[in-house]
């Protein structure tokens, strides 16, 4: 049975209200701070997609910690973020949050970082090897489970599969059930990415988007959406409401590319510039 037999869909009315314009007199630090890292060699661009969906989505300020040595020192094409390797990350201070996994790999470099990233007091965003470090090290899934800051979890159904310790083909066949699972051990609110993603809030409740299609099967789509995630929470949104409103307005951008012909080779920084077009419609008062 469909998934979106068993929970509500997400609405644009609805994620909308948990927007509102700007004062008059902000400043960038109303609009907090959020960190990436990731970016092994070789994989670099993926904590770049999420760094550059943070900014382009308001973000206050954006650092982006790569795993990679001897990398960029300034993103040319974007050069308001501000990069660092992964280990200066952890030490800044006054993070609003922090997204990690994005093209991290999954060696011992990597394990160490998430292991003292589960140790700060900010909010997390968990993404792909994050995922797959945390399913490698049940250590770590103790010390997720045990923090009191929110985190919000984004699983491919593969990522699901290896954190439940069970096939990809048991998750696709429950995917309500295993998203509602992963959010109750995990303490965590958790979208379940695929056709019809499923998010899951802290309190365990669920929600089907039916925004999104086939033309977002190309690489970085993720990245994006982490970083978008990052973004709402740091300008102030508690995770299930930065969840809810990242993957609905994700899909929506994506439909609106679709809709002008872009089905075939639509890319990641398209999706990014679109939504911050969506987003900025959906903020006007009386949407």
């Given amino acids: 049975?469909?998934?979106s037999q068993h929970a509500p869909s997400?609405?644009?009315?609805?994620?909308?209200?948990?927007?509102?314009?700007?004062?008059?007199?902000?400043?960038?630090g109303n609009f907090g701070t959020a960190a990436i890292i990731g970016g092994a060699p070789g994989m670099i661009g993926a904590a770049m997609l999420a760094g550059r969906a943070a900014l382009k989505l308001g973000a206050g300020t954006v650092h982006i910690g790569m795993l990679a040595e001897n990398t960029m020192s300034v993103d040319i094409n974007q050069p308001e973020l501000m990069i660092h390797s992964a280990h200066?990350?952890?030490?800044?201070?006054?993070l609003s949050v922090l997204a990690i996994g994005c093209?991290?790999?999954?060696?011992?470099?990597?394990q160490q970082i998430l292991q003292d990233v589960l140790h700060l007091n900010s909010v997390l965003v968990i993404d792909a090897d994050g995922l797959n470090i945390l399913a490698l090290r049940p250590d770590l899934r103790t010390m997720?489970?045990?923090r009191d800051q929110d985190c919000?979890?984004?699983?491919?159904?593969?990522?699901?599969?290896?954190?439940?310790?069970?096939?990809?083909?048991?998750?696709q066949t429950s995917r309500l059930e295993s998203a509602k699972e992963l959010a109750s051990i995990y303490r965590s609110a958790v979208v379940l990415k695929g056709a019809e993603s499923l998010c899951v809030t802290h309190a365990g409740t669920a929600y089907v988007n039916k925004t999104g299609?086939?033309?977002?099967?190309s690489p970085g789509m993720g990245?994006?959406?982490t970083g978008m995630i990052a973004a709402f929470v740091a300008q102030g949104l508690n995770a299930d409401q930065a969840l809810l409103l990242a993957v609905h307005l994700h899909g929506s951008a994506g439909d609106t590319l679709a809709k002008q012909g872009i089905t075939i080779g639509m890319t990641a920084s398209e999706v990014i510039e679109c939504a911050r077009k969506i987003l900025n419609q959906w903020v006007k008062p009386g949407y």
């Fill in 10 to 28: 997400i609405t644009s009315r609805q994620v909308s209200a948990y927007l509102s314009p700007r004062p008059h007199d902000s400043h960038k």
């Fill in 88 to 94: 200066t990350v952890l030490h800044l201070p006054r």
């Fill in 103 to 110: 093209g991290m790999g999954n060696g011992e470099t990597a």
């Fill in 223 to 225: 990245d994006a959406l």
């Fill in 144 to 146: 997720l489970i045990s």
């Fill in 152 to 171: 919000v979890l984004t699983p491919h159904p593969g990522e699901a599969a290896r954190l439940l310790g069970c096939s990809t083909e048991d998750v």
């Fill in 213 to 217: 299609n086939p033309g977002m099967s």
């Fill in 1 to 3: 049975m469909p998934a």
